[in-house]
């Protein structure tokens, strides 16, 4: 069987839930606030700072105190590892469709 580095296996679990995608779907138009990130879920800081808190332990997000508020952005190069996973997935879906109906 195949082992995919943990920062992977860490990146898909993070991309399970969908508040945490939307607030990278955010994080790409540019930096924002905890607090910035929690309003359009009508959500508390701290169940925004959870979030958070998981995207950085994967490796997609990383965080910056500035003054009193904590400033969120994407990591460079974050979803190289899932980029590179997923074009296995292309590469065998493509074996997948070229062995169809074969005997």
Do not use: N
């Not at 082992?3 to 508040?19: G, I, K, N, S, W």
């Not at 701290?46 to 508020?69: D, N, Q, Y």
């Amino acid at each position: 069987m195949v082992q995919y580095q943990a920062t992977v296996d860490h990146a898909f679990a993070a991309l399970a839930d969908p508040t945490r995608r939307a607030v990278l779907e955010r994080l790409g138009a540019g930096s924002a606030t905890i607090s910035e990130l929690a309003e359009p879920f009508a959500m508390s800081l701290t169940g925004m700072r959870k979030h958070i808190r998981l995207l950085e332990e994967a490796e997609l997000v990383t965080t910056e105190k500035v003054g009193r508020v904590r400033r969120c952005m994407l990591v460079p190069y974050a979803f190289e590892g899932i980029s590179t996973w997923l074009q296995r997935l292309d590469r065998f879906a493509q074996v997948v469709e070229r062995t169809k109906g074969a005997p």
